[in-house]
């Protein structure tokens, strides 16, 4: 079936670095995209969306970029902090549905 | 948004009994799930929990295993029963929360379940 899945299982990154997590999703009838960071022993935190009639989105510090050519999402996370160590998540959804979510980068944001 | 609690945040088990597992959410919703995630791995839905009706289970998952159960718009349970060691996984409750369209979907801090 349909699947999202990510190019990186790991990122390390130096604090102030900008990093950058990529997700690739195969389900062409996606409207809605995704990204949830998940911190050690928490759940999924809601970061940023944005919807298939747009190709960029900015937010407090990140920013998601959507290439529907290709089927290709990645977030942006400018000078990288500490606290930003996480798993990162994409996930893809028809709006009617519910979301897929796909594998996870572990980012580490090293001092 | 919505705050979501979650009981036990973490358990130990023995191999062949169950564990209910409760959610609580701060308002009323209309969609609520369960999702597991595995070690290292990415969250997989569980089912849907419906208010006043029977769950609704994805493909791999059946009600004898995970019984839900929804008795109204802010709280839902879910039992891991006749437990194994392949049970072992963080159970999250996630709800979704009327925002315009699209809705936006919450997460509750997960139960660590591990069974020995």
């Known amino acids: 079936g349909e699947s999202v899945g990510l190019h990186l299982p790991t990122l390390s990154v130096q604090e102030g670095d900008n990093s950058i997590i990529n997700c690739a999703y195969s389900?062409?009838?996606?409207?809605?995209f995704i990204w949830y960071k998940q911190e050690s022993g928490k759940g999924p935190q809601f970061i940023i969306d944005?919807?298939?009639?747009?190709d960029k989105r900015q937010g407090q510090r990140v920013t998601v970029l959507l290439n529907k050519t290709v089927k290709h999402l990645s977030l942006q996370i400018a000078a990288t902090q500490p606290g930003d160590s996480a798993v990162y998540f994409c996930?893809?959804?028809?709006?009617?549905?519910?979301?897929?979510f796909g594998r996870g980068t572990s980012l580490i944001v090293h001092p | 948004s919505a705050v979501i609690s979650q009981k036990p945040s973490r358990d130990i088990c023995q191999r062949g009994t169950s564990l209910t597992i409760q959610c609580q959410v701060d308002?009323?919703?209309?969609?609520m799930f369960w999702y597991r995630q595995q070690p290292g791995q990415s969250l997989t839905l569980i089912a849907t929990?419906?208010?006043?009706?029977?769950?609704?289970?994805e493909s791999g998952f059946v009600i004898d295993k995970f019984p839900i159960s929804r008795p109204n718009l802010t709280f839902s349970t879910l039992t891991v029963s006749n437990m194994s060691p392949e049970d072992s996984s963080i159970y999250l409750c996630?709800?979704?929360?009327?925002?315009?369209?699209?809705?936006?979907?919450?997460f509750g801090p997960g139960t660590r379940l591990t069974v020995l």
């Open positions: 996630s709800v979704e929360v009327l925002a315009g369209d699209p809705n936006t979907q919450y």
């Open positions: 389900n062409s009838a996606s409207d809605y």
């Open positions: 944005i919807r298939s009639n747009m």
């Open positions: 996930a893809e959804r028809e709006l009617s549905y519910i979301p897929t």
């Open positions: 308002s009323q919703v209309t969609m």
């Open positions: 929990a419906n208010q006043g009706s029977e769950a609704t289970y």
